[in-house]
């Protein structure tokens, strides 16, 4: 299949690339990585007028501690948060989900923007920002909004972002001290979008009591799941196997998943449950600073 045809812009700056878009309107659609856009545009699912591409934007790509929180420029490919040390040792959670994303070769073109802007539920990124509580940076010619998950990712494929706006950074607060993390997804095939992913963090203080707990869930709903109660159960609560189970069984009570061809709704339900048992018990075992994930090296 090939594209309808289209105006192919390519701005030298980011000034540029926001004039550009306050220009065109909803005409014109942005380029990052192309893992997910061209596949639309070949389909022709989508049909811009203009296609203004970022990828001469060097400005929009970096990873860089800031203020307590680790900043990722838009542009900023998949890959590279895979092989930061930064981001393995003080983010460990976008580090374990990143691995998870596809294979090597989407992941060095995909960008951690696109993945964002894409808001596809099935995701692991979009996840990791709601676990974490980030922000999500948007920026037009006239204007910069600063969004949390729960603002930004408004419905399947669809974000808050206006026409004329960029995704220009994400935002991750660093985890509180003894703190551990978890990424577990089940998908069909190595590679493919998983089934359900759960992005979970454990909190616990000196004498291993749950302080605080967050999990977020991919493949349950049109937008990454925050399970809020059950994560808020777990506070107070030395953690456990009855802990645990309790949590999962919360989880698998709130979703309601669609289904279709690859998994039904009753299944979805019931591996958001396990895999939620799984991601807190990892997690709460790293919080001890045990079963760390291993960096990943260059290959
Ligand atoms: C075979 C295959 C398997 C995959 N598996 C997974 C997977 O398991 N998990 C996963 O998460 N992803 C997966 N992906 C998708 C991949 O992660 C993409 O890289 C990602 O969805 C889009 O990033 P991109 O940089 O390629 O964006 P593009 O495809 O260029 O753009 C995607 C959308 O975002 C918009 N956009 C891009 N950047 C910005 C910005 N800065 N501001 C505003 N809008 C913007 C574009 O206009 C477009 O609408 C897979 C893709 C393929 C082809």
Request: aromatic residues 4%; contains cysteine.
């Amino acid at each position: 299949m090939k594209p309808p045809p289209f105006d192919y812009l390519a701005p030298a700056s980011l000034d540029e690339a926001l004039t550009l878009l306050g220009d065109l309107g909803d005409g014109a659609k942005v380029l990052a990585g192309g893992q997910s856009l061209v596949p639309l545009l070949n389909f022709r699912l989508v049909r811009p007028q203009h296609l203004v591409d970022l990828n001469g934007l060097a400005e929009l790509a970096g990873i860089r501690e800031h203020d307590g929180h680790l900043v990722i420029g838009a542009m900023t490919r998949q890959r590279a948060v895979e092989m930061s040390e930064l981001v393995s040792d003080r983010w460990p959670l976008l580090a374990e989900a990143v691995l998870q994303i596809g294979h090597a070769q989407i992941r060095n073109r995909g960008t951690v923007g696109g993945s964002l802007a894409h808001a596809d539920p099935a995701a692991e990124l979009p996840a990791v920002v709601a676990a974490l509580g980030g922000e999500l940076v948007l920026k037009s010619r006239h204007r910069q909004r600063v969004l949390k998950a729960e603002q930004f990712f408004v419905a399947y494929l669809t974000t808050a972002a206006e026409p004329d706006e960029l995704l220009v950074e994400a935002r991750l607060p660093a985890m509180p001290p003894r703190t551990g993390s978890a990424f577990i997804e089940l998908s069909r095939r190595h590679g493919d979008f998983a089934l359900v992913g759960v992005a979970a963090t454990v909190t616990l203080d000196e004498a291993g009591v749950c302080t605080g707990s967050t999990i977020a869930l991919t493949g349950v709903g049109p937008t990454p799941v925050v399970a809020r109660d059950a994560a808020r159960a777990l506070v107070g609560a030395r953690p456990g196997p009855e802990a645990f189970e309790d949590a999962g069984r919360r989880v698998a009570e709130a979703v309601t998943p669609d289904g279709d061809l690859h998994a039904s709704s009753e299944y979805r339900k019931h591996l958001a449950g396990v895999l939620t048992r799984r991601a807190l018990a990892r997690a709460a075992e790293r919080a001890t600073g045990a079963g760390q994930p291993t960096r990943r090296e260059p290959r």
